[in-house]
């Protein structure tokens, strides 16, 4: 007794009270505005405006919510489609209902798709964009309390004889003279101690090597090589974007979280954590390169330093023979914060991708 010619508007439903999993057979008929419903110890009238109708979703029953909480289960699509039809809703409202369930999907995609295009390539072009705009002020402010924190955990002052340290420092110094930067650039001389052969750039120009570092070139213009390396980072403001980027996505963590306090405490942090990318990397390698070329200088002696530290590293490594569950470090100031290996090559990854683009640039 579904629909019979004579009444289209009389449909077969599951009827449930809301109280019991029991379903029972009634039957709907529309009467103007009102919903009838019949069936064994079961009737109820309700104005169909106080009614919700579920969206068709496949084969899956509709559902007839009730506002008390009853509802009806209706298989019969086509039938509903019609009395939907009769009580005045529009053939496009349910052409609308249809599909919402595909705009939802698509709003998550798109959703999603701007979050990671946000990610990707909005966070570090506005890093970019804050840390070429920074007041030196910050700059130097930070970069002082970064060198005082390394003095106090990790360095010891310099072992190297005082002619030494100021043959390299006029060798620095003349090389500079080939740079465009505004930057005001200063070189550190530290014992390395446990981080052993580095060298670390700080957001103000501040350029620390280490005696461990010097030690292992074999020729003045290797040091010179990996300072220009490190005045490739400073000039591109790597050090800088970075912390700007990792604050950012704190701050955004934080705030999803509701603790924005905690931000604040862990700055210091973030910028020893601040990671040097691939793309960095092989920027600073294309500056560094551009450099010694400036100034005579075959930038050959970075890739051969490059292999160097690689292979300082690795004798560091076996030495210590604890590495094996050693994240990589995020910048050289990092590992040195760790203040176990010196693995100059972890904050500086795809080494040998490097040196055979190094190769390449003589
Ligand atoms: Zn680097």
Same mark, same amino acid.
């Given at each position: 007794m579904s629909t019979s010619p004579s009444d289209a508007l009389t449909l077969n439903a599951q009827y449930f =009270? %809301?109280?019991?999993a029991k379903a029972r057979p009634v039957t709907l008929t529309l009467r103007g505005v009102t919903l009838v419903l019949r069936g064994e110890s079961v009737a109820r009238e309700d104005d169909i405006a106080t009614l919700r109708v579920s969206e068709p979703m496949g084969a899956a029953p509709r559902l007839i919510s009730y506002p008390d909480g009853a509802h009806c289960e209706v298989r019969d699509h086509a039938g509903l489609a019609r009395m939907l039809r009769a009580t005045g809703f529009r053939d496009d409202w349910v052409v609308r209902v249809q599909t919402r369930w595909r705009w939802a999907l698509a709003a998550v995609a798109v959703t999603v798709a701007i979050v990671f295009a946000g990610y990707r390539w909005g966070l570090p072009a506005a890093s970019e964009f804050i840390a070429f705009r920074m007041p030196d002020s910050v700059l130097a402010q930070l970069s002082g309390g970064t060198l005082e924190f390394l003095d106090k955990h990790l360095f010891k002052p310099s072992q190297l004889p005082e002619p030494r340290r100021k043959a390299l420092a006029d060798a620095f110094a003349r090389m500079l003279t080939h740079d465009r930067s505004p930057l005001r650039y200063t070189l550190h001389f530290r014992d390395?101690? !446990?981080? %052993? !052969?580095n060298a670390m750039a700080l957001p103000d120009g501040t350029i620390i090597i280490t005696d461990q570092l010097v030690k292992i070139a074999a020729h003045d213009e290797e040091v010179l090589a990996v300072l220009a390396h490190e005045l490739g980072h400073v000039s591109r403001r790597h050090g800088m974007r970075m912390l700007i980027q990792g604050s950012i996505v704190a701050f955004v963590v934080s705030w999803y979280i509701g603790d924005v306090s905690s931000i604040a405490a862990g700055l210091p942090t973030l910028l020893l954590q601040a990671r040097y990318s691939r793309e960095h990397e092989l920027e600073a390698d294309a500056f560094g390169a551009a450099m010694l070329t400036a100034n005579g200088i075959s930038p050959k002696r970075l890739a051969d330093m490059l292999a160097k530290l690689e292979a300082s590293h690795r004798a560091k490594v076996d030495e210590s023979g604890? =590495?094996? =569950?050693h994240i990589p470090p995020q910048t050289e100031s990092d590992k040195a914060r760790r203040g176990?290996? %010196?693995d100059y090559l972890a904050s500086h990854p795809a080494t040998r991708e490097r040196i055979e683009a190094l190769k390449k640039a003589q």
């Amino acid at each position: 007794m579904s629909t019979s010619p004579s009444d289209a508007l009389t449909l077969n439903a599951q009827y449930f =009270d %809301g109280r019991s999993a029991k379903a029972r057979p009634v039957t709907l008929t529309l009467r103007g505005v009102t919903l009838v419903l019949r069936g064994e110890s079961v009737a109820r009238e309700d104005d169909i405006a106080t009614l919700r109708v579920s969206e068709p979703m496949g084969a899956a029953p509709r559902l007839i919510s009730y506002p008390d909480g009853a509802h009806c289960e209706v298989r019969d699509h086509a039938g509903l489609a019609r009395m939907l039809r009769a009580t005045g809703f529009r053939d496009d409202w349910v052409v609308r209902v249809q599909t919402r369930w595909r705009w939802a999907l698509a709003a998550v995609a798109v959703t999603v798709a701007i979050v990671f295009a946000g990610y990707r390539w909005g966070l570090p072009a506005a890093s970019e964009f804050i840390a070429f705009r920074m007041p030196d002020s910050v700059l130097a402010q930070l970069s002082g309390g970064t060198l005082e924190f390394l003095d106090k955990h990790l360095f010891k002052p310099s072992q190297l004889p005082e002619p030494r340290r100021k043959a390299l420092a006029d060798a620095f110094a003349r090389m500079l003279t080939h740079d465009r930067s505004p930057l005001r650039y200063t070189l550190h001389f530290r014992d390395g101690v !446990a981080v %052993g !052969a580095n060298a670390m750039a700080l957001p103000d120009g501040t350029i620390i090597i280490t005696d461990q570092l010097v030690k292992i070139a074999a020729h003045d213009e290797e040091v010179l090589a990996v300072l220009a390396h490190e005045l490739g980072h400073v000039s591109r403001r790597h050090g800088m974007r970075m912390l700007i980027q990792g604050s950012i996505v704190a701050f955004v963590v934080s705030w999803y979280i509701g603790d924005v306090s905690s931000i604040a405490a862990g700055l210091p942090t973030l910028l020893l954590q601040a990671r040097y990318s691939r793309e960095h990397e092989l920027e600073a390698d294309a500056f560094g390169a551009a450099m010694l070329t400036a100034n005579g200088i075959s930038p050959k002696r970075l890739a051969d330093m490059l292999a160097k530290l690689e292979a300082s590293h690795r004798a560091k490594v076996d030495e210590s023979g604890k =590495d094996k =569950d050693h994240i990589p470090p995020q910048t050289e100031s990092d590992k040195a914060r760790r203040g176990s290996i %010196g693995d100059y090559l972890a904050s500086h990854p795809a080494t040998r991708e490097r040196i055979e683009a190094l190769k390449k640039a003589q």
